[in-house]
């Protein structure tokens, strides 16, 4: 393979996680803004849950589990900015959501 080959894949991977990181983030935004909405608690429930099911089948990293249970006890404006933050580790946890049951409902 050529570098040119070689250069051209990465850049297609480096656009390619950009992508998923952006439709990450829609995700986040929606589980923010129905978190601080009237059924936030069921959310908070049914995300809790998988995260549960994430350390009883060990699918998932102690790190991710423990912030996200502590995250998931912050009040809706904490959990938002926590959720959206723009760091390395909230696109992290982005890639290991507990609210991946929202999908069917992103625009």
């Known amino acids: 393979m050529s570098d040119e080959e070689i250069l051209e894949q990465r850049r297609l991977a480096r656009l390619e996680k950009s ?20 059924g936030s608690q ?6 809790l849950s998988r995260v549960d ?18 995250m998931l006890s ?13 760091d390395a580790d909230g696109a992290a946890l982005r890639q290991n959501t507990p609210f991946g049951f929202l999908m069917g409902r992103q625009q």
Not at 42 to 47: G, H
Request: charged fraction near 30%.
């Open 74 to 86: 912050l009040p809706p404006p904490a959990l938002r900015q926590a959720m959206l933050r723009h």
């Open 19 to 38: 992508k998923r990181d952006s439709e990450l983030m829609q995700l986040h935004v929606l589980a923010a803004d129905a978190m601080a909405g009237s």
């Open 53 to 70: 099911a994430w350390e009883e089948k060990a699918l998932c990293s102690l790190r991710y589990i423990t912030e996200w249970r502590r």
């Open 42 to 47: 069921q959310l908070r429930e049914r995300a």
